[in-house]
């Protein structure tokens, strides 16, 4: 105004007089510079800017007004748009009845209005009146600040403060000092004490005197920046309770990054360490009656083989010294006890070797897997010249394991996989494979397979799925099988497919160190 009157003072004195068509021009022409000038600034502005006639018609709305809310200056001049929500409808009638009809201006209405799309915005409105050069109101000029970001902020921090407050785990913030400022319900409820009398104690408040240092020591920890996370710790109740927790702890920080606090999360594993208790109790319980009933399947069967053998030996007798005056039935007859005899003598073999799988106490050491194949292809050596059958084998790993049994587990499964083979010569494979923790030994044949339906019952003891005129044996060895594997650590199952072929499976654990890949040999 000033440098105007200024360069007025000039003009009248420094310049020629000017006529009234001269100075209609200039005013004219700094009046167009101040529209220009008025109008980049409405341009230059972030906020949306939006001017209505006294009719409520858009006049003009800025760059961030389109940018915002997706309109065109074209689009809206002399149009009202569809901005406001039906349920803020009567409010901004208010308001602008207000500015327009009162010249009554309104600032920081928090609402919502929707785009072009259809979304809706979270914004920040102000309203202001505005003045002809007569002084009459001549319309309203609304500016509309984009908050979202802001409410989107204001709502994360009420749903972080939400979790915080209703977290099942109890939560103490302290200060640096370790003064307690601030607690949630889980804390209230576990500690015993009420937030009130928590705030402003000192945050071993509820830890035992024994753990003060443990503590101090991992907050000291944290304030350094180091992670504290899940540390079995001891909390302190107000009725004297000790309780099992797991703790972390979390370096707060304000906007600038400087540390203002520690937040200490306990979980309370009062219910966990009861229900582990539980389940070690019920596991020792459980082993002992296995051990029990292993120990009473050995006694049974070892006390029933003694009056079976005494049988067979009068069988015998019977067939020497009354044989010649038995007629052909007779003599069938005896045959056919004698027979019956040993197969019941196999059978309680057989539970007496599984029940002693149990009872004895297994020697892990490192064995080579070419070494236990080629044994228990030895002990297999008439059968499988006597079928015509070829078994071969790929490299096999040395692994920590019990050799005997080994020997044993491969044997049944080889034995079984010549032994279940219809018109046609047996071709056995066996191969490992190494997996991430283990190592899984493939035993395939081209044997007459299993239906799926039968394939859960061939890992129980006396099970078969073959008749015993066809295939002999008891129906023990998978049993065995399972319970080797299963006590060395690992999984023994099967895929068959009737009239092609079965590959079981068993894995072992690839004990570190352990696992040494040599060579093997073929059969
Ligand atoms: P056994 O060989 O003495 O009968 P097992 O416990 O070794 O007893 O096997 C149980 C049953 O599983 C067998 O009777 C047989 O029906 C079935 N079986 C086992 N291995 C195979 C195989 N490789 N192919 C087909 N059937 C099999």
Request: aromatic share 6%; with cysteine.
């Amino acid at each position: 105004m000033n440098d105007d009157r200024k360069t007025g003072k000039q003009l009248t004195t420094e310049t020629a007089p000017q006529s009234a068509g001269e100075q209609y021009r200039a005013l004219y022409e700094k009046a167009k510079q101040q529209e220009e000038l008025y109008v980049s600034l409405l341009n230059s502005s972030s906020d949306a800017i939006v001017i209505y006639d006294t009719d409520r018609r858009i006049m003009y709305i800025n760059p961030s007004h389109t940018r915002i809310f997706g309109w065109t200056l074209e689009e809206a001049r002399g149009n009202r748009l569809p901005v406001v929500p039906e349920w803020d409808r009567a409010e901004t009638d208010i308001i602008v009845e207000r500015a327009l009809k009162h010249g009554i201006p309104c600032s920081a209405y928090e609402t919502q209005r929707y785009t072009k799309w259809g979304t809706l915005v979270e914004i920040g409105l102000s309203a202001s009146p505005y003045y002809d050069h007569q002084g009459k109101l001549a319309g309203v000029l609304v500016i509309y600040r984009d908050i979202s970001a802001r409410k989107h902020a204001e709502t994360a921090l009420r749903l972080m403060s939400k979790v915080f407050r209703e977290g099942i785990d109890p939560i103490i913030i302290a200060d640096l000092e370790g003064i307690i400022l601030d607690v949630n319900d889980a804390a209230e409820h576990t500690y015993g004490w009420s937030r009130e009398e928590l705030i402003g104690q000192p945050f071993n408040m509820a830890i035992p005197t024994d753990c003060h240092d443990q503590v101090n020591e991992l907050q000291e920890q944290c304030k350094k920046g180091a992670k504290i996370r899940n540390v079995e710790s001891v909390r302190y109740t107000r009725a004297g309770r000790t309780i099992p927790v797991l703790m972390s702890l979390s370096l707060l920080t304000d906007d600038k990054g400087t540390p203002v606090g520690i937040a200490s999360i306990a979980q309370n594993l009062t219910d966990l360490k009861r229900t582990e208790e539980q389940l070690r109790d019920r596991t020792k319980a459980l082993e002992q009656s296995n051990q029990e009933l292993e120990q009473f399947a050995y006694v049974a069967a070892h006390d029933l083989r003694e009056p079976l053998l005494a049988v067979a030996g009068y069988l015998r007798m019977l067939e020497r010294r009354c044989g010649k005056n038995l007629d052909d039935h007779g003599i069938s007859l005896l045959m056919r006890a004698l027979d019956v005899t040993s197969r019941m003598d196999a059978l309680i073999g057989s539970l007496l070797a599984y029940s002693r799988l149990g009872s004895e106490t297994e020697a892990f050491e490192l064995t080579d897997f070419n070494l236990i194949m080629s044994k228990a292809l030895d002990n297999l050596r008439s059968t499988i010249e006597h079928l015509g059958a070829t078994v071969t084998h790929q490299p096999l790993p040395t692994l920590m394991a019990n050799p005997s049994q080994m020997v044993q587990l491969l044997q049944n499964l080889v034995g079984n996989a010549v032994k279940f083979v219809r018109e046609r010569s047996p071709v056995v494979s066996v191969h490992a494979l190494q997996g991430e923790a283990d190592w899984v030994f493939i035993v395939r044949d081209n044997g007459i397979g299993i239906h799926q339906s039968d394939l859960p019952r061939i890992f129980l003891p006396f099970e078969r799925v073959h008749g015993r005129d066809e295939f002999p044996g008891t129906g023990i060895g998978l049993a065995n099988c399972k319970k080797i594997v299963e006590r060395h650590g690992g999984r023994l199952w099967v895929d068959s497919t009737p009239g092609e072929g079965s590959t079981f499976f068993f894995s072992l654990p690839d004990r570190p160190c352990c696992a040494i890949r040599s060579e093997g040999n073929g059969q």
